[in-house]
């Protein structure tokens, strides 16, 4: 999973939003241990105002672009890139003059490009960076959220919320310092509610339950297909069948990852075929002629497989492994040696964790 941490404060070590910024990655990366992190402080890297030149190159007018246009160009490309890879984004985001630092608000204009963030189609706007998690740590001198004429005043969560929703990211979640000029007391209290509230916007995964959804129609597809060749067997013992109950019903105790036996059956599934067929011919039995008529896998369901799972494959690989006494820690699940087991070694794995 990668998470990208950015902070726009100009107050440097004074910082409220810096301080919950900071709280909330560490508490990530201990909730999610397999997190990297990129950092971007937009008051030191801070991208110059949306201009011409900016432009220039997106709306290809002139054949040749200037200098300057190319310069501005390689910074969006740069800032966009960067926050397209990020699965989870924490923004320090402080209220000034009722809005966003214009710091901020440099870097998303940036960010708005058609076809990277957003399209548009004859229905309208289409968010096209769907599946992350924005988190915001929101700070503020005054009380804006017990009002309704707070919460007209204020354009910074607001905005935030709008423009993350255009992009497609319906995840966003906020951390809130608010009442922080009105006294000291007011200011210790507002920092605490704001970190009693940083476990709660870390605590799930980004995109776990899409992820898990998304792998599980895949997953079905395949089980069906797989069961429906190895009928023709009389050897087959319905070994899938059990295997499928078991993935569904992974991570339903506490503590659990939802999705770590799905990566697990997903890296043995997801093999070439030959080596598919070999776990499968385990499930029978030990008799060479009826081994023999064990069914080879089509190689078309193989590609069809490896093409549909690639993507959530990926993602799980990166972002929702989960801590395993039987994981070194080393590049994924593959680096464990999962692809080797077999599928009765698997289902001994699964139940060894349930108990």
């Not at 509610?193 to 916007?201: E, K, P, V, Y």
């Not at 087959?236 to 992974?250: C, I, K, Q, R």
């Not at 972002?319 to 999962?338: S, W």
């Amino acid at each position: 999973m990668k998470l990208l941490h950015v902070d726009s404060s100009v107050l440097g070590t004074n910082s409220v939003s810096r301080q919950l910024t900071a709280e909330i990655v560490a508490d990530w990366r201990k909730a999610h241990p397999h997190t990297t992190v990129d950092y971007l402080d937009l008051a030191v890297d801070t991208p110059s105002h949306f201009s011409a030149d900016a432009l220039g190159i997106k709306v290809g007018v002139q054949a040749e672009p200037t200098e300057a246009q190319r310069h501005e160009n390689e910074v969006s490309e740069r800032l966009v890139t960067q926050f397209l890879a990020a699965d989870v984004i924490v923004i320090g985001a402080p209220l000034y003059n009722f809005t966003v630092p214009t710091q901020l608000k440099a870097w998303i204009d940036r960010l708005a490009q058609a076809g990277r963030t957003f399209k548009y189609t004859d229905k309208g706007a289409v968010g096209l960076a769907t599946g992350k998690t924005v988190i915001v740590a929101s700070t503020r001198g005054g009380m804006y959220s017990t009002s309704e004429g707070g919460q007209a005043m204020e354009h910074q969560e607001s905005y935030l919320k709008v423009i993350f929703g255009f992009f497609g990211i319906t995840d966003v979640r906020i951390v809130r310092a608010e009442g922080l000029a009105m006294g000291d007391a007011a200011k210790s209290a507002a920092i605490a509610a704001a970190r009693a509230n940083i476990g709660g916007a870390t605590g799930k995964a980004a995109n776990q339950d899409e992820l898990f959804e998304e792998v599980m129609e895949h997953l079905k597809a395949l089980m069906a297909a797989l069961h429906a060749a190895l009928e023709a067997s009389d050897g087959y013992d319905g070994s899938l069948a059990t295997m499928f109950e078991e993935l569904e019903t992974a991570g339903t105790s506490p503590g659990q990852h939802k999705l770590e036996a799905a990566m697990e059956i997903l890296q043995i599934l997801a093999a070439e075929g030959e080596q598919i067929h070999g776990k499968l011919a385990q499930q029978l039995p030990p008799n060479g002629q009826e081994a023999e008529r064990a069914p080879t896998v089509p190689s078309e369901l193989i590609e069809t497989l490896k093409r549909d799972l690639a993507d959530p494959m990926e993602r799980l690989r990166t972002d929702t492994a989960a801590e395993d006494p039987e994981h070194d820690g080393g590049g994924g699940y593959q680096a464990a040696g999962l692809g080797s087991l077999s599928v009765a070694e698997l289902l001994e794995r699964q139940k060894r964790r349930k108990h």
